[in-house]
Nanobody, 123 residues
Framework: VQLQASGGGLVQAGGSLRLSCAAS????????MAWFRQAPGKEREFVAA???????TSYADSVKGRFTISRDNAKRVYLQMNSLKPEDTAVYYC??????????????????WGQGTLVTVSS
């Protein structure tokens, strides 16, 4: 499975961005998907996850109520980010696992990773 993340950029605090992750190869419809992020000098952290049918989602406390993860049948997963804060600045990575019901927040539980897209939120 190959994952390609896009949609990052520079935005002012309070603004919005939508990240997209395109999957190719594999059986996308059976994979759980997630977004992680890594800020400079920090460890990679969980942001959100969605189950293979999209029926279940999970969010980090720091983004609940502001970010929304979704997926469609065109092999894409999205992260809608609203009310962005400077502390949301990071490289955002999409990830996939063949364990379709997995909503784990641990990076080691995911089998495939995209290359990352940079989100910068200015104050």
């Amino acid at each position: 499975v190959q994952l390609q993340a896009s949609g990052g950029g520079l935005v002012q605090a309070g603004g919005s961005l939508r990240l997209s992750c395109a999957a190719s190869g594999g059986t996308f419809s059976t994979y759980a998907m997630a977004w992680f992020r890594q800020a400079p000098g920090k460890e990679r952290e969980f942001v959100a996850a969605i189950s293979w049918r999209g029926a279940a989602t999970s969010y980090a406390d720091s983004v609940k109520g502001r970010f929304t993860i979704s997926r469609d049948n065109a092999k894409r997963v999205y992260l809608q980010m609203n009310s962005l804060k400077p502390e949301d600045t990071a490289v955002y990575y999409c990830a996939a696992t063949y364990r379709g019901s997995n909503l784990d927040n641990r990076a080691a539980e995911y089998d495939y990773w995209g290359q990352g897209t940079l989100v910068t939120v200015s104050s």
